[in-house]
Structure formats: C-alpha cells, structure tokens
C-alpha cells in the first residue's frame, strides 16, 4: 500500500502557510471561504479555556496548534510523524520565524514569513518525531489531548483511540478533528469506520468518554494563488470521566 509522504518541501510549504499565513496570503480572493482560514487556531479554541499544567497535541504538523495551546498550558508536548514537520516547528521554537517559499502561479514563487503568535509562550513546547499508534509508554497523562485531522491519516486508527483514555486525565478535555476522508492508501478499508465516523468514534469512546460537543469546521490549504482545497472537518470535544 503506497502511502502519500509528508516529507516533501511543497507540502511542508503549504502547511507552514495553512498555519502561520496572514488571511491575505492564504485567501487572496475576496470571495473566497474566508471562514475556512486559521482552523488549528479554532480547533484549540474549543478547549474550555481555564488554565492547566499539560497538553498533549497529536498530529501536530508544523506546530501552530501546539503554540495555541501554551497560551494556557504549563506545558505542551507536540508530536508528528513527520520529520520534516517537526524540524520545522522546532525551528520556530528556536528561532521564532521561519522564512518559506509560497508558490503562486506557473513556477513563480513569493517569501513569506512563518512567526511564533503574539502571547505564545513557545518555551513550553516540545516537538517529538513519532508514530500516534505507538506512543512512548512514559508519557504520563494530560490535562488537554487534541487531534486535528489526524485519524482518518492512521493506518490503524483504533490503535490511537484504545490508547486515549490512559492519556487524558480523569475530567480531562479531548478534542478530535476529523474531515473523514478515509482513503485507502493510508488506511485499509477492515480498518476504517465502515460507517458513520461520528458514531463510530461514540462507541470507541463511550466508556471513558463523555461527548460535550459536535461542530463542523471548515479548513482550507493553498496550493497556488488560484487552486485551494476546501474541507471540512467533523470536530468534538469529551470530557474524561
């Protein structure tokens, strides 16, 4: 089964834009969803929004997500599969910018700029290359695990799901985004839902979970100034009881 990879610089670019780009670099068009933009901000945002020690955020990417967090996390670990991805958000880490070619039309590129937010505390986070089906043993428990548009990318997703209760606190928040765009090349099709993802993720998760919340969030990435992918993704929130 040939996996679509992560590693190359274009998507590390288009990714770097999704997350760090001003509205008029991602949406350059007046007309265009402007409400699908800054989604690892609104994904974060569905925390409650009362101070805590720990947040654990999977699927991470470029590390956007994990800066929102440490705004009201002592601290945050964030983790990716991708190499490249977690090179980049430590470099933001590090650095604060990170200076990336966006591209616009034909072979014609502009520079943009990707900066750590304004009231980020950017020194509580740490970035970890790894697999979200098999997470180190000794990670302990958080107060705050978050998961945007990660699961419908795992090629055994249930492995994730079954390793969540141990990982969120007893009254601890879990948020799960998902576009449910189950594909076969990155997941089996006897290991996807089969069915409704949102009930399918109810059962996997009733037993430990409370659901609290369920919206839509739509989400854009730029490929070019005139081609974009719209989504969106089903988000929920659960209180672990």
Known sequence: MSVPSYESDQLLNEYLLMHYGSDE??????????????????T????SD???????DLGCAVGRSS????????EVLGLDFSANFIAAAQ???????LYYPVKEIGDRESQAVARVPDGCHSEQCHFLQGDAMNLPSDLGCFDRVHAANLICRLSDPVKLLDRLPS????????VLATPCTWLDSFTAPDKQPGGDTFEWLRQKLDASFDLDLQVDEPFVIRETARKFQ???????RWQKR
Request: charged content about 20%; glycine content about 8%.
């Open 50 to 56: 009362k101070p805590v020690a720990r947040s654990l």
């Open 44 to 47: 974060v945002a569905r925390f």
């Open 230 to 236: 719209w989504s969106v993704s089903l988000v929920t």
């Open 67 to 74: 800066f929102e967090l440490s705004r009201s996390s002592g």
């Open 167 to 174: 990982l969120v606190r007893t009254g601890g928040e879990l």
């Open 91 to 97: 470099h933001l880490k590090e650095q604060g910018c």
């Open 25 to 42: 670099q991602v949406m350059p068009w007046s007309f265009g969803p402007q409400e699908a933009l800054h989604f690892p901000v609104r």
